[in-house]
């Protein structure tokens, strides 16, 4: 697990925390989770792997590394996906972007909304049932959106930038 310590952080913090950690342990195929926040920054991240991960034969390469590794190219993807998505929604005049799931063929990327703009994003494998990871994001959205005030973001902010 790539996430703050939980020495010092806030019932609330460590609360995202056990969530986070759940939806990756729980839901078979998730290989990573990112919480980014509405600005583009990572505020919590799963990378079970870790960032050292090597290449599954017949499942492409293994992810580039970068400061935290697969959790920041994770987070970079996220927030992309989610400003794009979001511009297309509004070019269209539909709406909120509720959810974006992007299947290719080594692997999904699946996108979801939180209530105060934050995304969550979680790269599955392949053969993920897409109905369960949409369905377990869906209650990580439901429990961590009334969770995920201003003073929440700042103390997860402070405590990834000092996660080695």
């Avoid at 939806?23 to 989770?33: H, I, K, R």
């Avoid at 505020?43 to 992810?63: H, K, R, V, Y």
């Avoid at 580039?64 to 190219?73: F, I, N, Q, Y």
């Amino acid at each position: 697990m790539t996430a703050p310590s939980t020495y010092g952080l806030s019932t609330q913090a460590r609360n995202l925390q056990w969530l986070l950690t759940d939806l990756v342990e729980e839901v078979p195929g998730v290989n990573s989770v990112a919480v980014v926040s509405s600005d583009g920054l990572l505020l919590l991240s799963s990378d079970p792997g870790g960032a050292a991960a090597t290449a599954t034969p017949g499942q492409g390469p293994a992810p580039a590394k970068g400061p935290r590794g697969a959790s920041a190219d994770l987070a970079t993807i996220v927030s992309g996906l989610g400003s794009l998505t979001t511009g297309a929604a509004a070019l269209m005049d539909y709406g909120d972007v509720k959810q974006t799931m992007v299947a290719m063929e080594h692997g999904s990327v699946f996108v979801m909304a939180i209530s105060d703009g934050s995304l969550l994003g979680v790269h599955a494998t392949p053969d993920c049932d897409m109905g369960v990871v949409a369905y377990h994001m869906a209650l990580f959205v439901g429990r961590a959106g009334h969770v995920l005030t201003p003073e929440v973001r700042s103390e997860l902010r402070q405590s990834m930038e000092n996660t080695p």
